[in-house]
């Protein structure tokens, strides 16, 4: 690589453009014209004009005149670090706004959480989608239950497909059932019963006629029958705090039965 090569990329790092750069070196080799400027570096007379005036604004091009005319020269090679500094300062200015913007952004999105959004769904599709975006849960997956995966959805293949999927995902389940499933009967697949754990509840203690799914800040309930099924996500942090809470108060009852592993 030869020096005038190394000095222009060295000026495009510098935030100059490749024109600019070969402009700015042809310049510093001797002054010349704006027609001389666009012969030598094989650029546009049209467009050296204007590369010649942002240089002006940036200070790294000056004009001469003479008895011959108007001839441009570069300035002296120090008043880069003026464009280092402007760029500095450009930096600073940039991180004191992204400051300001994080914190409206993490406000903005407080208010959003304490808001309630409500998704609706229809038909074993529908219940497939709501166990499809369950599959986001963070840490584990909260059940008020009673009922299987292929009660909801009447398909035994995508129930095993969706164990499957929770098992890839790594989240835990705990369920509270009225009927307890003789586990590991409802499912062959080890894996995903490793990360499930169950306990019995009496339905005069607490009915879990209709299922309910708390993960992150969504509420997931069912409600379907042999002929209809409707699904509800509500979407709060709030919300799914004190459904969590209530959860963890049944599941820790001391007259409760153990079941799962």
Not at 27 to 36: A, D, G, R
Not at 89 to 101: C, M, N, P, T, W
Request: aromatic share 8%.
């Amino acid at each position: 690589m030869d020096t005038r090569t190394k000095i222009m990329e060295d000026l495009v790092s510098l935030n100059l453009s490749n024109s600019e750069a070969a402009v700015y070196v042809e310049l510093i080799t001797s002054p010349n014209t704006h027609l001389q400027l666009s012969r030598n570096t094989g650029i546009n007379r049209t467009k050296i004009y204007r590369i010649v005036e942002q240089l002006e604004k940036r200070s790294l091009v000056l004009r001469r005149t003479d008895e011959r005319g108007v001839f441009l020269i570069a300035n002296d090679p120090s008043a880069l670090e003026i464009e280092v500094i402007a760029q500095e300062e450009k930096v600073k200015r940039q991180r004191e706004d992204l400051s300001k913007v994080i914190s409206n952004l993490e406000q903005v999105s407080q208010d959003q959480r304490s808001l309630f959004t409500v998704r609706t769904y229809e038909g074993a599709e529908g219940f497939r989608q709501m166990q499809w975006h369950e599959l986001k849960a963070k840490d584990e997956v909260l059940v008020f239950g009673n009922v299987t995966t292929e009660e909801l959805t009447g398909s035994r293949g995508w129930a095993e497909r969706f164990r499957a999927l929770c098992v890839d995902a790594g989240y835990k389940t705990r369920e509270l059932i009225n009927v307890p499933y003789e586990t590991p009967s409802f499912t062959d697949n080890q894996a995903f019963m490793d990360l499930y754990d169950a306990r019995v509840i009496p339905k005069e203690a607490l009915p879990a006629s209709t299922p309910m799914i708390i993960y992150n800040d969504t509420v997931a309930v069912y409600q379907f029958d042999k002929e209809k099924r409707v699904g509800v996500e509500i979407v709060n942090a709030a919300y799914a705090q004190t459904m969590r809470y209530i959860f963890e108060h049944y599941w820790n009852l001391n007259d409760v039965q153990i079941q799962g592993k």
